[in-house]
């Protein structure tokens, strides 16, 4: 499928398959025709170099991740509820991201949702091994639990402070304390209320 290839007309039909969707929503779908017009190529080099509509919707949300890692890497400096936080912002801050519920609701059998997973479980085996976190608790499950929790934050953020009739930036501080209460219970249920305590 040549997704390996990183030219000019790949990243230019990633970049104008992103704008479509933020465009004109996810209902819309994908019109590769304009997409490709967008890119400055055919629709067969969709084809050539994604293989199908799927492929480079998946490969161009799948980028879109990749960028997390420099808020990762911030991440982990700090504690777990801390890490969760921070990474509860970026992807908020990246509303791009909220786009890749479409490869699971679509059932894309190559999508996987857990980026960076490998690195993530060697630093939770390091902060169980070092008493950061119970060596009970099952992170690979609140894991999964915080990065669902951070999405649906981003997809029903503004239809929700609409219907609420609050400020999205309101609501956004309010689901962010909540979250952070809901972590600190799961890593600690005698953890204080605060999730803005020092170190998070």
Known sequence: ???????????ALLDAAVEQLQQKGALAGLNLREVADAAGVTPANIYHLFGSRQGLLREALRREA??????????????????????????LDSPVLRLTALLALDG?????????????????????ADGDLPDDLDVEALHVLAIATSIAAAIYLEPAARQLDVPPDELRDRLRSAFGRLLAGAVDPDAPDDPSAPGR
């Open 1 to 11: 499928m040549g997704t390996s290839n990183r030219g000019p007309a790949r990243d």
């Open 66 to 91: 990749d960028r997390l890692q420099a808020p990762l890497a911030v991440a982990a400096e700090k504690d777990f509820v801390g890490r969760r936080l921070h990474m509860f912002d970026a992807i």
């Open 108 to 128: 894309d059998p190559e999508y996987r949702p857990l980026p960076f997973l490998d690195a993530t479980r060697e630093q939770y085996r390091r902060m169980i």
